[in-house]
Every structure is written in structure tokens, then in C-alpha cells.
């Protein structure tokens, strides 16, 4: 197997008991990094601090996700309601997420689907902010809707 001492320098490949008597030695443990390399890449270094990396990178790695927040406006959603909407999605957007953006159409309501689109459209214009239309306004089952992000 491949080994690296716990400076990061490789040592060799060496047999198997020969790395463990070497990680003995300095009171470190023998990690298997890679099972799939030819030979096993393994590290003499202590199992308790490669455990804390491991998970402190799986965390950094976890925040770092963009997700997708979803806001729902109704068809006879009043102005006040939609600034408060559009409040909520710009928040959404200062902490780095995009927004989905819908507007429910139920019943006769389905009627009346170019005024729907129309204050879909609207919608945009009540952001402090520039935003960026990720997916324009598309047609759903139950509705429309449209994919923002915070602009530059």
C-alpha cells in the first residue's frame, strides 16, 4: 500500500504491518483514503482529527447549496399582499437562494389565464433589488410560473 505521513509527504508503498508499525510508533492511526487506487492510498495521521475534517468539509460543502424557496401568489392577490410577497422572495434572494415564483389558478379562475401571466409579470416590479429571470414564465398544470435569482 501507498503511504503518507501526517505532513502529507509520501513514505512509499510499503507492506501492510510495516505502516502500522510506523503509525504505532508516532501513536497515529493507519487510514485507508483510497480503496480504489492501485495500490490503497492509506495516511498515518490521528482518526479523531480526520474524522472532524471529514465532517467540517461535508458541512462547508452542505452550506454552500443554492436552494430553491417557493412563494405562491393567488390569482386575486391584492397590492399589499404582493409587496409583502415580494418582500419575503427578496430575502430569500440577499441570503443567496433563487425563488419560484407562482401564481395558483383554481376553478373559473382558469379563465382567466392572461391576466394571471400578466401579474406574474408584474410581480417583478416590486423588488428593490435587480433580479435575474432564470426561467421566464411558463405554463403549469395548475398555474404559471417563473424562476428568479438576485441580479448583479
Do not use: W
Amino acid at each position: 500500500m501507498r503511504v503518507i505521513d501526517e505532513k502529507g509527504e509520501q513514505l512509499g508503498i510499503l507492506p501492510t504491518f510495516e505502516a502500522i508499525k510506523i503509525a504505532r510508533d508516532k501513536g497515529l492511526d493507519l487510514i485507508e483514503v483510497s480503496d480504489k487506487a492501485v495500490p490503497p492510498v492509506c495516511k498515518i495521521t490521528d482518526y479523531g482529527k480526520f474524522l472532524y475534517q471529514r465532517e467540517k468539509k461535508a458541512r462547508e460543502h452542505k452550506s454552500h447549496r443554492v436552494e430553491v424557496k417557493e412563494v405562491r401568489l393567488s390569482y386575486n392577490i391584492a397590492k399589499h399582499d404582493m409587496e409583502m410577497k415580494a418582500a419575503r422572495a427578496q430575502k430569500f434572494m440577499e441570503k443567496g437562494d433563487r425563488v419560484k415564483v407562482q401564481i395558483v389558478l383554481r376553478g373559473r379562475e382558469k379563465a382567466f389565464a392572461g391576466l394571471a401571466k400578466e401579474k406574474l409579470g408584474e410581480f417583478k416590479n416590486y423588488f428593490k433589488i435587480p433580479i435575474n429571470i432564470d426561467q421566464p414564465i411558463i405554463r403549469e398544470p395548475r398555474g404559471f410560473s417563473m424562476l428568479i435569482s438576485k441580479g448583479k
